[in-house]
Antibody, heavy 119, light 107 residues
Framework: EAQLLESGGGLARPGGSLRLSCAAFGFTFSSHSMSWVRQTPEKGLEWVSAISNSGDKTYYADSVKGRFTISRDNSKNTLSLQMNSLRVEDTAVYYC????????????WGQGTLVTVSS | EIVLTQSPGTLSLSPGERATLSCRASQSVSSSQLVWYQQKPGQAPRLLIYGASSRATGIPDRFGASGSGTDFTLTISRLEPEDFAVYYCQQFTDSWTFGQGTKVEIK
């Protein structure tokens, strides 16, 4: 059974940085594109970033482009999200999710990690 | 960006009743790129329906979905106690976006 486990959330100051990690278990990690999705009570669910299975293609929401960097290590079955220049509005629960294709869907989600950006 | 509008915001029903949830898109969405998720308090979203009408693994057949173009519907034929939750639609056609959710609560 596929499982995802996020870590790295916490409190950061505006302008600061955090690095989130997502450990993958129970499936062939290198065969699947992966995404980060965040959630707040005010804005709901928002797709943040995605990366291809090999890591050669990355995609970002306009709200995080130029500040966040997604990456993966297929040898360690790990997905990461480096978050720089954090803003108060980046405060959210961040989920990593496994992508499946034909048709496209996010078919496995981690439990989420809370990021709070506050002075 | 395609905006997904879900209605109603809250649906108050009793166990055994039928639930009909709507997801309307601001532009046409490919049926194969519309999915539904269920989320319970304190939990991550769980994939329910993909490709507009295919149930995910382990999802009971009381969950069904239909639609095309800009109008999509999730139906729960007979509500079980564990079905009371928030339901979200998501599209993958353009700039992946989610609806704001419909809460199905016990009446």
């Amino acid at each position: 059974e596929a499982q995802l486990l996020e870590s790295g959330g916490g409190l950061a100051r505006p302008g600061g940085s955090l690095r989130l990690s997502c450990a993958a278990f129970g499936f062939t990690f290198s065969s699947h594109s992966m995404s980060w999705v965040r959630q707040t009570p005010e804005k709901g669910l928002e797709w943040v970033s995605a990366i291809s299975n090999s890591g050669d293609k990355t995609y970002y929401a306009d709200s995080v482009k130029g500040r966040f960097t997604i990456s993966r290590d297929n040898s360690k079955n790990t997905l990461s999200l480096q978050m720089n220049s954090l803003r108060v509005e980046d405060t959210a629960v961040y989920y990593c999710a496994k992508e499946a294709f034909n048709p496209l869907r996010l078919d496995c989600w981690g439990q989420g990690t809370l990021v709070t950006v506050s002075s | 960006e395609i905006v997904l509008t879900q209605s109603p915001g809250t649906l108050s029903l009793s166990p055994g009743e039928r639930a009909t949830l709507s997801c309307r898109a601001s532009q046409s969405v490919s049926s194969s790129q519309l999915v539904w998720y269920q989320q319970k308090p304190g939990q991550a979203p769980r994939l329910l329906i993909y490709g507009a009408s295919s149930r995910a693994t382990g999802i009971p057949d009381r969950f069904g979905a239909s639609g095309s173009g800009t109008d999509f519907t999730l139906t729960i034929s007979r509500l079980e106690p564990e079905d009371f939750a928030v339901y979200y639609c998501q599209q993958f056609t353009d700039s992946w976006t989610f609806g704001q959710g419909t809460k199905v609560e016990i009446k």
